[in-house]
């Protein structure tokens, strides 16, 4: 069964960088859709940031040149850089995984099968 793991959360200051981490057990498709969402309390699950398996990449309009998504397989591990950091920001940040084959980044959360605990961030002002 497959497992996700995020880490790197943490509090940083508006203008600070964190970069998260999502560690991958079990087998999934190396041309699964992984993805960075975040929620915070009170609000709906948004997609932040997507990476097809055809490796095209997706931001949100309000992490655009922030936010860098980056996939290592050798790894089994998907990272998210966050960059410039804004109190807007804070919330748990989640990754998930398509179960199969996904060839076009896709922002809602019902493409996802798998999904992590979540991680975190918070940027104080």
């Known amino acids: 069964q497959v497992q996700l793991v995020e880490s790197g959360g943490g509090s940083v200051q508006a203008g600070g960088s964190l970069r998260l981490s999502c560690v991958v057990s079990?087998?999934?498709?190396?041309?699964?859709?992984m993805a960075w969402f975040r929620q915070a309390p009170g609000k709906e699950r948004e997609a932040v940031a997507l990476h097809s398996g055809d490796r095209r990449t997706w931001y949100a309009d309000s992490v655009k040149g922030r936010f860098t998504i980056s996939l290592d397989n050798a790894k089994s591990a998907l990272y998210l850089q966050m960059n410039s950091l804004k109190p807007e920001d804070t919330a748990m940040y989640y990754c998930?995984?398509?179960?199969?084959?996904?060839?076009?980044?896709?922002?809602?959360?019902?493409?996802?099968?798998?999904w992590g605990q979540g991680t975190q961030v918070t940027v104080s002002s």
């Open positions: 079990g087998y999934i498709y190396s041309s699964a859709c």
């Open positions: 998930g995984g398509s179960e199969r084959g996904c060839y076009t980044p896709n922002s809602s959360p019902s493409a996802y099968k798998f």
